[in-house]
């Protein structure tokens, strides 16, 4: 795992939340929000942490652990050959989007997820809220029920 203490202004491929759009799911943070977190401010990134999105179907690294109040950027690569997702979740939201996309929708991208070309990089800022566990996961098909899916540990 590489963390890297983060300063400076923010990567150009890093989506906001305001050039966000998510086509079936309800994202209106104001109404539902997210119980695990928001979308974070680039000028407050406590941690850079790099993973990597694997054709073997896993990211590496497979694990983290973050503290509530921490806003993390994620700088995800993809360095495999096929298109991967970065997709921020507890288990409901992780079991919910695949069920959406093994139905045919193509989500687009929202303020928790990013799709990654072959040989791109993009990053996602995170404001960690509360203890417990986040999973990240790709949902491109027979991605997620191959194991490409990582563990965010929230301490308390």
């Known amino acids: 795992m590489v963390l ?3 300063c400076g202004p ?3 491929t ?3 939340p305001q050039e966000s759009e998510h086509g079936g799911h309800a994202m209106d943070m104001g109404e539902k929000g997210f119980a ?12 850079m942490v790099e993973i990597s999105a694997l054709d073997s179907l896993e990211f590496d690294p497979e694990t983290l652990e973050v503290q509530p109040g921490e806003t993390i950027t994620f700088v995800v690569t993809n360095d495999g050959k096929n298109v991967h997702e970065f997709v921020l979740g507890d288990e409901s939201y992780q079991q919910e989007h695949a069920a ?3 139905g045919g929708e ?9 799709e990654i070309e072959p040989g791109a990089t993009k990053s996602l800022t995170w404001t960690f809220t509360q203890p417990g566990e986040v999973l990240y996961g790709c949902h491109e098909p027979g991605h997620y029920e191959g194991g490409m ?8």
């Open 36 to 47: 695990f977190g928001e979308p974070g401010n680039q000028s407050e990134v406590d941690l």
């Open 14 to 16: 890093t989506q906001s």
């Open 4 to 6: 890297v203490s983060a």
């Open 10 to 12: 923010g990567d150009p």
């Open 149 to 156: 899916v990582g563990t965010i540990e929230m301490g308390s």
């Open 100 to 102: 959406e996309m093994s």
């Open 106 to 114: 193509q989500m687009g991208a929202g303020a928790n997820q990013i």
